[in-house]
């Protein structure tokens, strides 16, 4: 059974960081594709940051310059760093990992952001 678990979610001010982390069961790159999305009330999931298995990246442009998505296989761990946060990069943050055709996702972590 594949399990992601998300942590490192909280609340800071604005232009604070956080690092959240998506624990995968399991081998890291035995994902040919990982994310972070977000989903801010009364709003879509959308994706924030996201990796492939071949170490590709991309970004929202609303994130560009501020956040990084990272892997580590020693810990089967995926990151998220996310520096000088807004109050609109507040929602609840999701991991998802696909593996061959099939989607994971974690519970979600709640990152809040006050001005």
């Known amino acids: 059974q594949v399990q992601l678990v998300e942590s490192g979610g909280g609340l800071v001010q604005d232009g604070g960081s956080l690092r959240l982390s998506c624990a995968a069961s399991g081998s890291i790159f035995s994902f040919n594709f990982m994310g972070w999305y977000r989903q801010a009330p009364g709003q879509q999931r959308e994706l924030v940051a996201a990796v492939t298995g071949g170490g590709s990246t991309n970004y929202a442009d609303s994130v560009k310059g501020r956040f990084t998505i990272s892997r580590d296989s020693a810990k089967n761990t995926m990151y998220l760093q996310m520096n000088s946060l807004k109050p609109e990069d507040t929602a609840v943050y999701y991991c998802?990992?696909?593996?061959?055709?099939?989607?994971?996702w974690g519970q979600g972590t709640q990152v809040t952001v006050s001005s």
């Open positions: 998802k990992g696909i593996r061959l055709v099939k989607d994971y």
